[in-house]
Nanobody, 124 residues
Framework: QVQLVESGGGLVQAGGSLRLSCAAS????????IGWFRQAPGKEREFVGA????????PYTDDAKGRFTISRDNAKNTVYLQMSSLKVEDTAVYYC?????????????????WGSGTQVTVSS
């Protein structure tokens, strides 16, 4: 049974930092791209960034670039999302997702498995 479990969310002041973790089990982790998405109340789930399987490539949205960093530890089957210089607009539920051998990382439908999300709230 495949499981993706996000952790590390919480309440932080604007300008602060958080590190989210996505721990995976039940899948061939090295062969999956891992994406981070977020969904704010009343909005669509949107792409934040991803680590593409088999490479060190980690594309981000323009908004995330320079503030967010994705890293991957294949030995621990875990991907991290380090977020800094957080803004109130970053408030959302953050999800990680795994897509088998996919390079179509911006497309939610390309991901086979999803976690249940972790809440990030940034206060002003």
């Amino acid at each position: 049974q495949v499981q993706l479990v996000e952790s590390g969310g919480g309440l932080v002041q604007a300008g602060g930092s958080l590190r989210l973790s996505c721990a995976a089990s039940g899948l061939t982790f090295r062969q999956h791209s891992i994406g981070w998405f977020r969904q704010a109340p009343g909005k669509e789930r949107e792409f934040v960034g991803a680590n593409i399987w088999g490479s060190s490539s980690t594309p981000y949205t323009d908004d995330a670039k320079g503030r967010f960093t994705i890293s991957r530890d294949n030995a621990k089957n875990t991907v991290y999302l380090q977020m800094s210089s957080l803004k109130v607009e970053d408030t959302a539920v953050y999800y990680c997702a795994a897509g088998f051998r996919t390079g179509d990382i911006y497309n939610k439908d390309a991901y086979n498995y999803w976690g249940s999300g972790t809440q990030v709230t940034v206060s002003s």
